[in-house]
């Protein structure tokens, strides 16, 4: 199966409910020679932002960005940057609108467009994936988690074939988790001492968390065989299969995933 990671070509929100319009990702192949271009890039733009297929987006309004910028330019030239312009910042972010997501090729041409169904709200659960000529490739579904269910992504066709359901974690690395959950909480006792110490400066490197493996597949698919998109977090990467699923849908919902992974979790 061949593999993939996505690359954030900057720091702009990451891990935070933050997003820069016109943030983008990178899809690099693992086989990639180091002057080849990558096959796709993800552009982040805003959703009241007219996209024709396959063309630019065009501006239809800002979503307050601007007055972002705005306000950090006076605070730079010494107007002053108050405490409630923090807050009122900081909670503005959190309700930031999910962005439409536009993945185009090496020659610039759009290999598909991510459309959130339910635009202007910050997590949206479903969106409609389309070429570059506007036709649907597939809807993607998120469900969170809950008391006894996994968080899961799911992908379906419009053709009706079976869909591809990636549920957060492995049942055995579930049971892993919860059977180490004492030796977890130690860990986590160690995070705090440690990032109280260093003032955070070595906080990020003993975070622990729940299982992040997440195989997208079909319904009592083989093990291994049957993996459409397979992600690791250890290694950060996808990989995924030519046969099961199309390259522009495994690069959406890879970049969805990552978005979510970035700038949510």
């Excluded at 988690?145 to 079976?162: T, V």
């Excluded at 892993?176 to 955070?200: D, E, H, I």
Aim: a positive charge; proline letters at 9%; charged letters at 25%.
């Amino acid at each position: 199966m061949p593999g993939f990671t996505v690359d954030i070509t900057g720091t702009t929100g990451m891990r935070t409910g933050e997003w820069a319009d016109g943030e983008q990702f990178l899809i690099l192949p693992d086989d990639r020679g180091t002057a080849d271009e990558p096959p796709a890039r993800v552009r982040l733009v805003a959703p009241d932002t007219a996209v024709s297929p396959g063309g630019s987006p065009r501006r239809a309004a800002q979503i307050g960005l601007r007055d972002d910028a705005a306000g950090a330019d006076a605070g730079a030239h010494g107007g002053g940057v108050s405490v409630a312009d923090v807050e009122e910042r900081t909670a503005r972010r959190a309700g930031m609108p999910h962005p439409i997501l536009l993945l185009d090729g090496p020659d610039g041409e759009r290999l598909c467009t991510v459309l959130p169904e339910d635009p202007g709200t910050p997590e949206p659960l479903c969106f409609r994936v389309e070429d570059g000529d506007g036709r649907e490739l597939c809807r993607i579904v998120r469900r969170p988690s809950r008391i006894g269910r996994r968080a899961y992504w799911r992908i379906l066709f419009p053709d009706g074939r079976p869909a591809l359901t990636g549920h957060r974690g492995t049942w055995i690395g579930w049971i892993g988790f919860a059977l180490t959950f004492p030796l977890w909480l130690l860990f986590f006792a160690g995070s705090l001492l440690v990032a109280a110490v260093t003032m955070g400066g070595v906080s990020e490197m003993l975070v622990w968390g729940a299982p992040k493996r997440t195989t997208w597949r079909t319904r009592w698919a083989p093990p291994l065989v049957g993996n459409a998109l397979d992600f690791r977090y250890l290694r950060c990467g996808y990989r995924w299969s030519p046969k099961l699923v199309d390259p522009r849908i495994a690069w959406a919902q890879a970049s969805l995933h990552h978005f979510r992974k970035m700038h949510k979790d």
